[in-house]
Each structure stands twice: as C-alpha cells, then as structure tokens.
C-alpha cells in the first residue's frame, strides 16, 4: 500500500507524512481503551511507517556515490542498532519507576510527530533549492567556437 502513494507523493513528502501520521496514531494508541481498538490502531501505525522507510531508500540512492553506498550502509546498520540498545537501556533502568507503558506510546508518538513536522517544514525548501543546483550544473555550459581562419 506505502508503495503505491510513494509514486505518487513526492519523496520528502512521503517521509512527513509517515512520520506525522504513524506519530498520532502511536500517541493516539497510548489511550486506547479496549485492546481491539488498540490492535487497530497499532495497525494504521504499521501501514505508515513504511512511506518513511520508502522515502529514505529513495533517496540514499540519489545522494550518495554508488561507490560509497557500502560504506554508508556499513555505518547505517551499526548506529541504528547502538540507538536502538540505548533506547532499550534507557526503558529497562526507567521502567515502571520513571515512566509507564502509555507514557512509552506518548513520548515515541509525541517524538515522530514532531519530527515528522520539522522534515515537512524543512525538506521541501531544501528539495527544491538542491533541485534548482542540479539544474544548473547539468546545464550545458556555453562554449566559444575558435574562428574559422585559425
């Protein structure tokens, strides 16, 4: 389903919009009362953040050198999983003193909302601004022809 709004949404569009939608629905999840509701709840959260996963893969490819794109993935996956553990950390020594299972939901929604906001303000600004410079530098740059009685 994310596949087919991706062709059709822009790719900075498609990342927003994942975000701030699966964001709502994760801190609307937080105060769901039956656990039916929550299961589809979380479900509307598991259709959306797949648009964010598309827009990322879309665009690795479009900014890094595909001689690179390696290495970039070889640094991606670790840092991802240093964030993830840290992450786990910081709920195993807080969990239930600190906070509690809704205020889980309610932090990580209020989280992806808010980024999800910050990349719709921010992105398309910066789309178009790199589209403009693509434009210019793939433009064919005027040459001076020698004359003919040289």
Known sequence: MSAMIAKKLKLYTCLSVGLMVSGFFLLVSGIAPTPTIFLIITAVVALTIPLANIAIGGWLPAIVDKKMMGRVESWITPVMMISHTATLGVISVGFPTF????????????????????????????????????EHHNKPSQTIEAPSHI
Do not use: N, R, W
């Not at 209020?110 to 398309?124: K, N, Q, S």
């Open 99 to 134: 906070f509690s299972i809704t205020s889980l939901f309610y932090v990580c929604g209020e989280i992806l909302a808010l980024v999800g906001i910050g990349y719709m303000l921010i992105l398309p600004k910066l789309s178009k601004q790199y589209d403009e410079s693509m």
